[in-house]
């Protein structure tokens, strides 16, 4: 009989708990998103990427995909968890990340390339902003990942050095 009262007692004192509002979530930000903005000029990104390049002495690697593509994300957490592979890429390379998505498919800037099959996808532009190489990621990939191997050399051969 105690235990069944002690068991009552415990459920009662439970129940003010279980009615409260739920918390509310935790915001979402925008590296936990994914590294695409749908929000973002892709035209005006390109235009100071082009300035930024001209500086530097880089080309230009568009990034065309979206926070929905499971391999884009991929593509992203591989990045920042070979930072020496990244570090080579950026310095090759102004990245510009341009989405792909039902909320903004860039349907006019991605019109002056090529058509995409697959995302991610890359452009590699001189710093003029001119097409120097259409590639489809889906050749630097092995496994269920990317080849670091493969990665490389598209820096390298890309990167006009």
Request: glycine share 6%; proline share 6%; with cysteine.
């Amino acid at each position: 009989m105690r235990l069944l009262l002690a068991a009552t007692l415990s459920m009662m004192a439970a129940a003010p708990l279980a009615a409260q509002a739920p918390s509310p979530a935790k915001a979402v930000t925008k590296t936990e998103a994914g590294p695409f903005d749908p929000t973002r000029d892709s035209a005006k990104d390109l235009e100071a990427a082009k300035v930024e390049a001209k500086r530097t002495g880089r080309r230009i690697l568009l990034d065309v995909g979206g926070n929905w593509c499971s391999w884009c994300r991929l593509m992203d957490k591989w990045f920042k968890e070979r930072p020496a592979i990244r570090e080579a890429r950026d310095k090759a390379f102004v990245v510009v990340p341009v989405n792909f998505s039902p909320e903004n498919k860039n349907e006019a800037f991605l019109g002056q390339y090529p058509k995409v099959d697959g995302y991610p996808h890359f452009f590699v532009l001189d710093a003029d902003g001119k097409l120097v190489r259409d590639q489809s990621t889906g050749d630097l990939e092995e496994a269920h990942g990317y080849s670091e191997a493969k990665m490389r050399a598209f820096i390298a051969a890309w990167s006009g050095e």
